[in-house]
């Protein structure tokens, strides 16, 4: 197993992936940093949750737009599926975690 250290908004992830998977996930990091830090300049830092949160659910939007659902179920293939998957239990644990932040 590879690991990679990704930065988002500015700040470093240590992230382990299967062997040669490291461009693709180096990839998608700076497709997330992109979105997060757009919100960022719009909104704000108003909390890493909630920012990771919001690019999460945008990014699920894009899948389903792109697939026909959030879920990727209509001709994104099992790959965008099995992303999607993984974005929503992200957007939920941030959701629940954002929740337990103190409000700014």
Request: hydrophobic residues 45%; charged residues 30%.
């Amino acid at each position: 197993m590879a690991q990679v250290n990704l930065e988002i908004n500015g700040r470093a992830y240590a992230v382990g992936c299967d062997d040669g998977e490291e461009e693709h996930l180096l990839a998608l990091a700076r497709h997330v940093d992109a979105r997060v830090r757009g919100l960022a300049a719009k909104l704000g830092q108003v909390g890493e949750a909630r920012l990771f949160l919001l690019a999460c659910l945008m990014l699920a939007h894009e899948l389903g737009e792109r697939g026909g659902d959030a879920r990727g179920r209509s001709g994104g293939g099992a790959r965008d599926g099995q992303v999607a998957d993984r974005l929503e239990a992200v957007a939920k644990r941030l959701s629940a975690l954002a929740e337990r932040l103190p409000r700014a």
